[in-house]
């Protein structure tokens, strides 16, 4: 899967936000751009509610999951290009190298982590596969995350007509 295009589509969105916000910049903003991925990272698991062993109800709708999920792909491309970064392949892990999805979204944040403290290329490419090879283990793939982002792309530009 190539995501070459969600990079320019995240560039433009970016741009706006940077011309919108007086102050706002890759450089002023990379920690809190590292913050809110975190943070949607948690929302993520928090529809998915792999964590939550206290109750039998299960995880939300597909819709509700891959709107938060892909609320997480934009802080990634936004780091990404934060980073010199504009293109990434990634090929999904048929190995699922993890026991259960919890496990797998603390390797994320473990890795988010990471890059936090040293910003390299090498670190956020982990992350972010480490990210995308979540996708199959519930049961979806490339296009459900590629349509999620889209939607959601618009969404957030209507955000900022609106001054959300």
Same mark, same amino acid.
């Given at each position: 899967?190539?995501?070459?295009?969600? $990079?320019?589509?995240?560039?433009?969105?970016?741009?706006? &936000?940077?011309?919108? /916000? %007086?102050?706002?910049?890759?450089? =002023? =903003?990379?920690?809190?751009? !590292?913050?809110?991925?975190? +943070?949607?990272?948690?929302?993520?698991?928090?529809? =998915?509610?792999?964590?939550?062993?206290?109750?039998?109800?299960?995880?939300?709708?597909?819709?509700?999951?891959?709107?938060?999920?892909?609320?997480? &792909?934009?802080?990634? #491309?936004? #780091?990404?290009?934060? &980073?010199? !970064?504009?293109?990434?392949?990634?090929?999904?892990?048929?190995? +699922? %190298?993890?026991?259960?999805? =919890?496990?797998?979204? !603390?390797?994320?944040?473990?890795?988010?982590?990471?890059?936090?403290?040293?910003?390299?290329?090498?670190?956020?490419?982990?992350?972010? /596969?480490?990210?995308?090879? !979540?996708?199959?283990?519930?049961? $979806?793939?490339?296009?459900?995350?590629?349509?999620?982002? /889209?939607?959601?792309?618009?969404?957030? $530009?209507?955000?900022?007509?609106?001054?959300?």
């Amino acid at each position: 899967m190539e995501l070459r295009e969600l $990079y320019a589509l995240q560039l433009g969105l970016d741009k706006e &936000i940077m011309e919108k /916000h %007086p102050g706002v910049s890759y450089e =002023t =903003t990379k920690e809190k751009r !590292i913050l809110a991925l975190l +943070v949607e990272l948690g929302e993520f698991a928090n529809e =998915t509610r792999t964590f939550k062993f206290w109750s039998l109800k299960g995880p939300s709708e597909k819709e509700v999951i891959m709107d938060e999920y892909a609320d997480a &792909i934009h802080f990634f #491309l936004s #780091l990404g290009l934060t &980073i010199g !970064i504009d293109s990434f392949e990634h090929r999904f892990n048929k190995m +699922v %190298p993890f026991a259960n999805l =919890t496990e797998a979204i !603390i390797d994320v944040y473990q890795k988010v982590v990471d890059f936090s403290k040293n910003t390299t290329k090498e670190l956020y490419e982990e992350a972010f /596969h480490s990210y995308l090879d !979540i996708l199959p283990q519930l049961g $979806y793939n490339g296009d459900d995350m590629l349509e999620a982002y /889209h939607k959601k792309l618009k969404v957030n $530009y209507v955000r900022q007509e609106t001054h959300y």
